[in-house]
């Protein structure tokens, strides 16, 4: 029987280490249960809608919960991403037809410093709130890797649309008006 | 009793002493903090986005780190400050050492612990399988078959036409 205690402790520490290294590789895996329940019709809760991210240029924070009963445009983007670029106008124009029927963008950087966000939001003339996702975790759980990525939340805070790369007019012009004519 | 120094002799010395301390000064500060620099930063963070040492990396949002590093620098940073401001500006994730918290631990727990334990294991097993080989040596081997007389002549003539 005492033969059997070394090379089970060998083994233990072996299954162990396999666990750990399973479970590491696992939390790097990306989420893409939202992407599955949009595309089945479904619309998933918001996650993490009550954490609250430091507003861009400016003193205090804003969460989603701040923004209940609006249907917003959440956009991610980072100033040294081209894509960006190129969507910023189109985000812009949307937001002045939007902000009158109780709607908004909100921009979201990710991977990106304050000092170059800043420059963005002034050379592309954004008026439309930006918040600071500096630890990434707000855009993970909405199981976002790059920028830019744009997710549609209805007034009752349920993701209804998502565009995990960039996006056109057509895009809102085809998703934006059911959801405007919702009541919260 | 020491004599003064003539006027022109002593301002002499004094302009001479500030000019000295004037160029030491930035040299001895500079001994004491290091002054950071580029390439010594980007070895030791991540490009955010790209999940690669800085260094190596080479998309927009490594260039856009950088032109952020050399900013820091020119404000005459410290390499410390740099990679606080960093960790501001990136989060936890630009460091290339992660911080010793939550799952994270495993990085700088599992490693020593492996080494520890593997010792152990040697300390344990080893001396187990020397007082085997040395009881193995001990015992006489067990004497073969006698060999036939035609069997005998055989290896005697192999051992004379070889040896």
């Not at chain 1, 980072?78 to 963008?105: F, G, H, M, Y």
């Not at chain 1, 790059?146 to 996006?167: C, K, M, N």
Request: hydrophobic share 45%.
């Amino acid at each position: 029987m005492r033969r059997f205690v070394l090379p089970g402790l060998v083994v233990c520490a072996a299954a162990a280490l396999l666990a750990l290294l399973v479970f590491g590789v696992a939390r790097q895996s990306t989420d893409t249960s939202i992407d599955v329940a949009v595309a089945k019709g479904r619309r998933p809760a918001t996650p993490d809608a009550s954490m609250a991210l430091p507003i861009l240029g400016a003193a205090g924070k804003e969460s989603l919960t701040d923004l209940r009963g609006k249907v917003v445009v959440l956009n991610v983007f980072a100033s040294w991403c081209d894509p960006c670029k190129a969507e910023a106008p189109v985000l812009e124009q949307a937001q002045r037809q939007i902000q009158r029927r109780n709607a908004t963008i909100l921009g979201v950087t990710y991977l990106d410093n304050s000092s170059d966000s800043e420059q963005f939001v002034r050379q592309q003339h954004i008026t439309y709130p930006v918040v600071r996702d500096v630890s990434g975790n707000f855009v993970r759980a909405f199981g976002t890797t790059g920028v830019p990525e744009t997710f549609v939340i209805d007034r009752r805070g349920r993701i209804a649309a998502l565009r995990r790369y960039q996006l056109n007019s057509q895009w809102l012009q085809q998703t934006l008006p059911k959801l405007l004519a919702e009541r919260s | 009793m020491r004599r003064p120094l003539p006027f022109p002799t002593a301002a002499l010395a004094t302009v001479a002493a500030v000019i000295a301390a004037a160029l030491l000064a930035p040299a001895l500060a500079g001994a004491a903090t290091p002054r950071a620099s580029l390439t010594d930063i980007e070895n030791d963070v991540i490009c955010v986005s790209c999940h690669e040492p800085l260094a190596l990396a080479q998309s927009p949002q490594a260039e856009s780190e950088r032109a952020f590093i050399r900013m820091l620098i020119a404000q005459g940073q410290t390499k410390a400050q740099i990679e606080q401001a960093l960790v501001a500006q990136y989060g936890l994730a630009v460091l290339g050492r992660p911080p010793a918290h939550g799952f994270n631990l495993t990085v700088y727990i599992l490693p020593p612990a492996l080494v520890i334990a593997g010792l152990a294991l040697l300390a344990f097993t080893l001396p187990k399988w020397r007082r085997r080989a040395r009881a193995a040596a001990a015992t006489p081997l067990p004497a073969g078959p006698r060999l036939d007389a035609a069997d005998a002549r055989r290896l005697d003539d192999d051992l004379r036409r070889h040896g």
